[in-house]
Structures are given as structure tokens and as C-alpha cells.
């Protein structure tokens, strides 16, 4: 069986999230697999997978900042907000000038209210979303705020016979931001639709593509899969505090620390490096989110 830790996966489109969870169940030989944000089956790129005791930090990994790389098609709606789903309008883009999508995306940034893509994983009295849509139910979800840090336009082109725009997007946003959304109110507010042809993660929080892992890789090291160790994966994510061995001690049978300060969730290392905890600060005590150290 696998070791306890995260891979940072490069997923190929085609698949569901879903679906390399199961692939990496198969390699590791454990049950005990997650992954830590859904990526659409059309879109590419960073996915973090946890591993036995890893599988919990991804409550934390959902939470991280994203960032993306995008193709935006102005002239065309489909039902999904991208090339998955069939096309619902199209309109003549001859009039949409550079200036007005760069105004258009320019709107889109800072803390906004966006409306999620009515085909998500998102659930609506218990049934998600794109169950719905897919069963023929117009889908209504309400607006959540989110926040787009940095929204860079790459290139603009016009393509085709009749013609459509592309425009090439480089995304940095919170935990929640649909980039299909940003096509769709883009698309609305040049009055031409839009939907999204292409999508890559390039980073959940500091794991980016340069350490991601394609699954034929995995395939060809299994079942020696796991990239970051519990204890590199905790490094990585998390605010780092070493305890003494009679901290360590305490922590690993649930008691309380001292505070020390350090702000949001941190890791807590024994003496040896090991993770121990992941830990956060309140009413004067520092308190386990969850014990990682084996019992």
C-alpha cells in the first residue's frame, strides 16, 4: 500500500475528477483517496490527490487560492458556459472592439457577486446542479462573492467564417470562482454571448504544474505514487510551529498548546520533523484541527 501524502496530478481532459481518484485507488492499492477541487472534464491541469492520513489536509487544499489559463470564445453561448454543451445562441461579434473585452474583464476583477454556472457540482435540494440542467430544469443559482486577484488578457484573436473572437486569459482567484462564469457574464455584457473552449489549473495555493505528475507517469512508479510526503505537503500548505517532546506529547493525545501567535490553521512538527497536527489559535489555547500523528 501507498504511502500517506499528496500528488499533484497534471489531469487530462476527458476525465472527471472523479475518475483519477479511481485510477490512483487502482495504483496505490488503499481506498483512502480524494482530491481536493473539481475540475471540469473539458479542462487540464493541477489536481491534488490525498493519500490515506493526506486525505485529511484537502479540506484545506479546497480552500486555497487557484490560478488558470483560459480561451474565451465571444459569439457563441452554450447551455454549459463552455465546449462541452451545445450551442444555444450565436451572434455577430464585427462591432465587439479590443477596448470593450478588456473593459469587460477589467469589471470582473477585485471582490465581485458571481452567479455560478448552472451546470456545476453545485447542489439544489440535494441534486446537483447539472443533474438538473441535463434534465431539462432551468436552474436559477444564486450569486456568491468571490475574488479575482488578477485577471490578464494574453492575446485577442478573430477566427472563422462567420467569425468569432478568442481571447486568451491568465486567472488568479479564490476557493469557488467558476472561469466558464467569467465567459458567460462576459459574453452578456458585450451582448454576443461567450463561453470557455479551454481551461488549464496552473496552481492550487503553492502547488503549481512545474511538480505536477501525469497519470502515465504514476502508472509507470506505481505503487510508489505519493509526490509530497505528509510531512512536505504540510510544509508546503501550512504556517510551521516545532514543538517539544512534551508538546508533542500532549498534542498527539488531542490536549491543548500553548498559543505562539502565528496566525489561521498551522502544522505542528515533533522534535524529528514529523507533522504532528494541524492547529489554530483561540480563547488563549492552541487546539488540534485534526491529529495526523499515528495513535
Do not use: W
Not at 215 to 244: H, K
Not at 280 to 293: D, P, Q, W
Request: proline content about 4%.
Amino acid at each position: 500500500m501507498s504511502a500517506d501524502g499528496l500528488i499533484v496530478v497534471d489531469k487530462p481532459a476527458g476525465m472527471t475528477s472523479h475518475d483519477v481518484v479511481a485510477r490512483i485507488r487502482r495504483l496505490a492499492k488503499t481506498r483512502r483517496v480524494g482530491h481536493g477541487g473539481t475540475l471540469d472534464p473539458m479542462a487540464t491541469g493541477v489536481l491534488i490527490i490525498g493519500v490515506n492520513r493526506a486525505t485529511r489536509l484537502l479540506t484545506y487544499v479546497i480552500g486555497s487560492g487557484k490560478s488558470y489559463a483560459a480561451t474565451i470564445r465571444l459569439g457563441q453561448s452554450t447551455i454549459t458556459d463552455d465546449a462541452e454543451g451545445e450551442t444555444t445562441a450565436v451572434a455577430d461579434v464585427a462591432g465587439v472592439a479590443d477596448a470593450a473585452i478588456r473593459a469587460g474583464l477589467a469589471a470582473q476583477t477585485g471582490e465581485i457577486e458571481q452567479v455560478p454556472s448552472a451546470v456545476s457540482a453545485i447542489k439544489v435540494d440535494g441534486q446537483r446542479a447539472y443533474k438538473r440542467v441535463r434534465d431539462g430544469e432551468a436552474v436559477e443559482l444564486p450569486a456568491r462573492r468571490v475574488t479575482i486577484s488578477r485577471l490578464d488578457v494574453l492575446d485577442i484573436r478573430r477566427v472563422g467564417e462567420p467569425a468569432v473572437i478568442d481571447v486568451d486569459i491568465d486567472v488568479e482567484c479564490s476557493s469557488g470562482t467558476y472561469i466558464r462564469a467569467i465567459a458567460r457574464d462576459l459574453g452578456a455584457a458585450l451582448g454576443v454571448g461567450g463561453h470557455l473552449t479551454a481551461l488549464r489549473r496552473t496552481a492550487v495555493g503553492r502547488m503549481t504544474l512545474a511538480e505536477a505528475v501525469t497519470l502515465e507517469e504514476l502508472e509507470q512508479r506505481a505503487p510508489d505514487v505519493v509526490g509530497l510526503s505528509l510531512a512536505e505537503a504540510a510544509r508546503q500548505a501550512f504556517p510551521q510551529r516545532t514543538a517539544t517532546p512534551e508538546e508533542a506529547r500532549v498534542l498527539s493525545h488531542g490536549g491543548p498548546l500553548e498559543p505562539v501567535g502565528i496566525g489561521g490553521p498551522y502544522a505542528v512538527f515533533d522534535p524529528d520533523g514529523e507533522v504532528l497536527a494541524i492547529v489554530s489559535e483561540r480563547a488563549g489555547r492552541a487546539r488540534a484541527e485534526i491529529v495526523l500523528a499515528p495513535a
